[in-house]
RNA sequence: GGAUCCGUAGCUCAGCUGGAUAGAGCAACAGAUUUCUAAUCUGUGGGUCGCAGGUUCGAAUCCUGCCGGGUUCACCA
């Protein structure tokens, strides 16, 4: 039963008996200062009823009281009418949640949305930010499934272009065959090896032909390495057989890294698009917008689109020389992404920086006349900052997710072995336990904030596993699973359904939040916010552990309140279980 | 300068579709373990919700202006 609803019907109909109007009902969890579980606010009715809140308010009460079952009692504070539900709703409650085991996933819609995340460049290994992403396009992707949709992951890999080339010809100079077996270097670091080597090397250069007297920016134009790389551009472009040959045996060595790393956090697609299959596209949605008459030619050649009616500028959408920008391409494999898949919407999880191309991207599709463009969606998330500030490549201040990701697990090991409660574990156990708990840690640490807002990643506090962490609310599920293993021992069957007992109030103050759960999920996959999710499961955690600190399950000789107890419990236990799996971090029977 | 996002406790964040005395975690301090895992729990202190107006019975929440900060405004991606 959903009592919520219920409680609203209710209330409505009182509203029609006593007062004959009709009200939209909005109900709220009473503040833990008051005694209720509902509240129902009637300020909103005393100008309408010419009554009294507190009149108002009674006269619901009441006939709630009388009229349905779901009330035991009733107080009124100003214009607040505090509702008691009556105990019989606790156990209806907690019943339906048992019986259900599909608790918190919301019924097939019939909707398909694609869900486009991580699209790292393949010139350098992923970085703190990309863990972000990674994680935030997972997590939504498992929620939007929760709320009924078929999901596509989608990964867009930007495998061709000046920056991939910078790499390129600065391993083709001083790379002297150096591979992945014979450095030991994982792939994609071996990469970003390369175009920090070109890098140095440029600048130097840039350095030398400004002694010579260049201005910097001739200098940055002329320098040999760069007017190499361009040059190495439109080899590739041409399909030159050398050059496609290093392009394709470097971009292996990083997608071998790749890959190992999404292993290792546990994200994955359904399908990847390559930019160097795509770049191409989007140049006949510029034909046919010209035909339209939506784009317009510059003297110069270069095709427009005047977006200020949409409060935005005028926009490139194709070079003078006929060649792509950015947008050309998006608006290729925006085409592509609904015509392979039959997909009702598309998101794509970017940083916050482009706000402005998807705005545009979004309102061109519109213009075009793509009935699909009101399902596009830029899942816009903020920066991860460092305590010293934003992370500079050049300055070396970036936090590599490889390096963090195993510094996490060594922390994890510490940590747990501290506590000496795994020692009888194998140590092949030990290491899955010490992954979980460290990415478990890590990941809700970047989920648990708002993803518009930018975050603080300070290591000092991620590293933290008490309090409101992940590994706080892997530990609540491991304790849980500590009592159930000791019930099975003791010959102990949990029921799936339960009989009435008496009930104390952090039972039902757990109930209560157990029930909450589809509607986080909703709300989560309303808002694509994984931060819902955290901040709830956070919630149920922290209330289990008020319940265990008071309540002892096992030393109870009441068999039917051991019963009872057992099963919130284990309910308690498999909802941490599912809401976690929205994030995408595991939880452990022991710890 | 235009657009856009943000500003809540010492720090990191919830709350923002208007509701009661603005909540958590960390840090500080004081307690709880012969009892199901103390990675836990209980308590104490800590706030002009950036500032000023406005709307309303009621504003952290909505509107306007200002102050402070981020991002963006390439024939880069």
Redesign the pocket.
Known sequence: MNIELSLKSAIKQALSALFQVEEEVILQP??S??E?NY?Y?V??LV?QLRKSPADIANAIGEYLKTNTTYIKNYNV????L?LVLADEVWFDILNGILADENFGILPKNNQSVMVEYSSPNTNKPLHLGHLRNNFLGFSVSKILEANGYDVVKTCLV?DR??HICKSMWAYQQFGNGETPESSGIKGDHLAGKYYVIFDKHYKSEVAALMQEGMSEEEAKKNAPAIKAVQEMLIKWEQGDKETVALWRKMNDWVFAGFNETYQKIGVSFDKTYY?SNTYLLGKDLVEEGLLSGIFFK?E?G?VWIDLKEE?L?EK?VL???GT???IT?DLGTTDLKFHDFHINKAIWVVG??????FEVLFAIMKKLGRNYADGCYHLSYG?VELPEG?MKSREGTVVDADDLVDEMIET?EV??RE?G?IDDFTNEDADILFQM?ALGALKYFLL???P?????F?PA?SI??????G??IQ?TH??I???LR?ASSQGISVNSRIKNVEIAKSETELIFVLSEYPNAVKKAGDEYSP??IA?YT?ELA?TF??F??E?????ETDTDKQQFRLALIKAVSETIRKATALLGIEVPI??
Do not use: W
């Open positions: 009473t503040k200062d008051f209720g509240t606010v300020f909103a100008k504070v100003q214009g607040f505090n930007n272009g000046v930019e510059k110069n270069s409060g500028d490139l070079r003078a020389d792509s920008v950015y391409q916050n920086e482009q706000d402005y191309h920066m934003k994890a940590t747990t506590r409660k708990i648990k904030v708002d518009k807002k930018k975050m603080l300070n506090d933290s596993f008490e309090g409101n962490t590994p706080f530990y491991a304790r699973c500590s009592i000791k931060s819902v901040n956070y922290k552990n008020q265990y600190a309540i002892s399950i096992m030393n022991r710890m």
